[in-house]
């Protein structure tokens, strides 16, 4: 599978997917159209943690406190499910490689 997950509004995305040649891949804009609980999970799979696909960075963070919360795995799945801007971005899945946010992640298969 070649998929991107993107949010269109964000300046990191747009700059990353205008240097890439992004044919053969499917583009989901994650705010019209929202991550599914399945595709969650596929990106957990190739990524083992939630956590890893969570930003930080995201505007709600700071708003809902969660830098002063001990966020468990399964928190940070619904956080996810919930708020589309807590998806780190842009996730590029290609095979068994996934690149989250804008830092190279090399996937380990067990």
């Known amino acids: 599978m070649k998929k991107i997950y993107h949010l269109k509004t964000c300046d990191t995305c ?3 997917l205008k240097e890439m040649d992004t044919a ?4 989901q804009e994650i705010k ?7 595709q969650l999970d596929e990106l957990f799979a190739l990524t ?3 956590e890893v696909l ?3 960075s995201a505007k709600k963070y700071k708003e809902m406190d969660l830098k002063s919360q001990q966020l468990t795995e399964k928190d940070y799945r619904q ?3 919930d708020e ?3 998806l780190k971005r842009p996730v590029i899945v290609n095979g068994n490689e996934v690149y989250v946010g804008n830092t190279k992640k090399r ?3 067990y």
Do not use: Q
């Not at 019209?32 to 399945?38: A, S």
């Open 14 to 16: 747009r700059r990353i």
């Open 24 to 27: 053969g891949y499917i583009l």
């Open 32 to 38: 019209t159209e929202p991550i599914t609980v399945k």
């Open 48 to 50: 083992k943690s939630y």
């Open 54 to 56: 969570f930003s930080r």
């Open 79 to 81: 956080l996810i499910l």
């Open 84 to 86: 589309y801007t807590f």
């Open 107 to 109: 996937v380990d298969i």
